[in-house]
């Protein structure tokens, strides 16, 4: 009865979201602003300044002009988002918009690669304290809504910049009968401020989701405490952090798919 009690009692207290939930680190003030920079801004820090090093250190020729190792990864990735993703979308615009496309697809792989690193537990085998240094920061769907809304910013701006305000609010909605142009319109408005949601709901549900199950999976050890089912765990857990590091690569790939599709509607006129 008190082990039954004690398991119980385990299982009440285990949450499946505490290793993706948002944890305060430290706090600081800008004038009368207090700004708390939470476990999820340290790895989107943590993820710029990789990115910023590892990128610089990959473009680099060293005098050799056959990319290897880490630039010819880059290379790879670059040329085959602005030929196969980039181009067939946005045509002579491409050259003009994939900076921002390539951005998005290495920033949010980083963030997802980075999610599944135990960084707390790194940092607490060095240091021997408990700590929060880690977690799924596309997790936050104040992350993800923040990358979705740059998003939405960005195809806006492009479509003004490239057709003028005027005309681009005329050719939201395409060319249709007179007595159905109401509906349409208000149906393209709809339509491009339902976008961003989208970007932002299906990055965060689709990490929230595979880091649960992870944690599901790893407390069943500790609530069961026996060696079948640690062994049950430990394969499934394995198995899902393989499909995870997919979905990470995929979400990334959507991500930036959607964002040059809704630039490529926004810049042509008869989208």
């Not at 385990?10 to 708390?36: D, E, M, R, S």
């Not at 003028?164 to 393209?188: D, K, M, Q, R, T």
Request: one cysteine or more; proline letters at 5%; a neutral charge.
């Amino acid at each position: 009865m008190n082990v039954t009690a004690l398991s119980v009692g385990v299982l009440a207290g285990f949450n499946p979201l505490q290793p993706v939930a948002a944890v305060p680190l430290f706090k600081f003030y800008a004038g009368t602003w207090q700004i708390i920079v939470s476990n999820h801004m340290f790895m989107v820090t943590l993820a710029t300044a990789i990115l910023l090093i590892a990128i610089s250190l990959g473009v680099r020729q060293n005098g050799n002009m056959v990319p290897r190792g880490l630039r010819n990864l880059i290379e790879s990735v670059c040329v085959f988002l602005r030929e196969e993703v980039a181009r067939p979308i946005l045509g002579s615009h491409t050259d003009q918009y994939i900076g921002f496309i390539w951005t998005v697809f290495f920033f949010i792989l980083s963030l997802n690669l980075l999610g599944m690193v135990p960084t707390e537990k790194i940092v607490a085998l060095i240091t021997g304290k408990e700590n929060h240094y880690g977690g799924p920061a596309t997790a936050n769907i104040w992350i993800t809504g923040a990358m979705a809304f740059v998003v939405f910013l960005m195809f806006h701006v492009s479509g003004i910049r490239e057709q003028g305000f005027w005309h681009y609010v005329v050719n939201l909605a395409p060319p249709v009968p007179w007595w159905i142009s109401p509906l349409i319109y208000f149906l393209e408005v709809v339509s491009s401020l339902v976008r961003p949601f989208t970007l932002a709901v299906r990055l965060f549900v689709n990490i929230l989701a595979a880091h649960m199950v992870l944690g599901v999976f790893l407390g069943l050890i500790v609530v069961f405490k026996s060696y079948g089912m640690t062994f049950v765990s430990v394969v499934f857990v394995v198995g899902l952090s393989c499909l995870e590091l997919l979905v990470a690569f995929i979400q990334a790939y959507i991500f930036a798919l959607l964002s040059t599709l809704y630039i490529g509607f926004s810049i042509e006129p008869q989208h």
